[in-house]
């Protein structure tokens, strides 16, 4: 389905862009494990990759800042020779009350979840091969009225409409979609959650459970595919019937 594609993960240090990067490989992609600052996971994510015989090297860059990502894509240029696929995993989650959220949350969800990928797409513009794919991370959140999720939720909905514009403005075969997941079993998701709350979000999808993240990885791996061509400008819902 991918194989022989250079595809770069963002965030794939853990969680969801780890098990993406991981299956990728599997399928014969040659993969760019990126990470803002988790070195030592990142490289465990590459030597997992390899043991399997796959293909891939780790490179740090954060991606809300241009430099670093102009960097990451020239560095992928360099090894690989060619990107094929762009997938916009990297995010972060600050979960308050609108009223009692900061300046500097509100700064910082917007210039990783936001600005990370507006730099990451201004470089697939150019960087990007003919016929590629960029898939986006949204989540199911932005069509939720979730308390405390007002910033992240809007950080999300941000990336949903510029993946719907984007689409349409690339031009040379290339698709791109966002993916937007539910309640995932992440480190990110977990944290401070009581089994109360976890017990109440596996009830509000259709399979009583929590997706695991290889449960959207398979997502990501359809649309890195040339199989979802005909699919572009489109928000995929991965969340087993919760929105």
Do not use: C
């Amino acid at each position: 389905m991918v194989e022989h594609k250079v595809i770069i993960v963002t965030g794939a240090s853990r969680g969801i862009g780890k098990e993406t990067a991981i299956l990728l490989a599997k399928n014969g992609a040659k993969i760019v494990v990126n990470h803002s600052n988790s070195e030592i996971e990142a490289n465990q994510t590459v030597e997992t990759i390899i043991a399997n015989g796959g293909t891939a090297f780790a490179h740090k860059a954060d991606v809300s800042n241009k430099t670093q990502v102009t960097a990451l894509f020239d560095a992928t240029l360099e090894t690989y020779g060619r990107i094929d696929v762009l997938v916009n995993n990297a995010g972060i989650m600050v979960s308050k009350l609108l009223k009692d959220s900061s300046e500097d949350d509100f700064a910082a969800l917007f210039n990783v979840n936001v600005k990370g990928v507006f730099n990451t797409l201004q470089e697939a513009s150019s960087k990007l091969a003919d016929n590629g794919s960029i898939i986006n991370f949204s989540s199911s959140t932005a069509k939720l009225m979730f308390p405390t999720y007002s910033l992240y939720s809007a950080t999300k909905a941000a990336v949903e409409q510029m993946t719907r514009v984007f689409s349409k403005e690339i031009g040379r075969g290339i698709s791109v979609n966002a993916i937007a997941p539910g309640a995932t079993e992440t480190d990110m998701f977990l944290n401070g959650k009581s089994e109360e709350v976890l017990t109440k979000l596996r009830g509000m999808n259709a399979f009583n459970r929590l997706a695991k993240p290889i449960d959207i990885a398979k997502v990501v791996l359809f649309l890195a595919s040339d199989d979802s061509k005909w699919i572009s400008g489109q928000v995929i819902g991965a969340n087993g019937a919760l929105v």
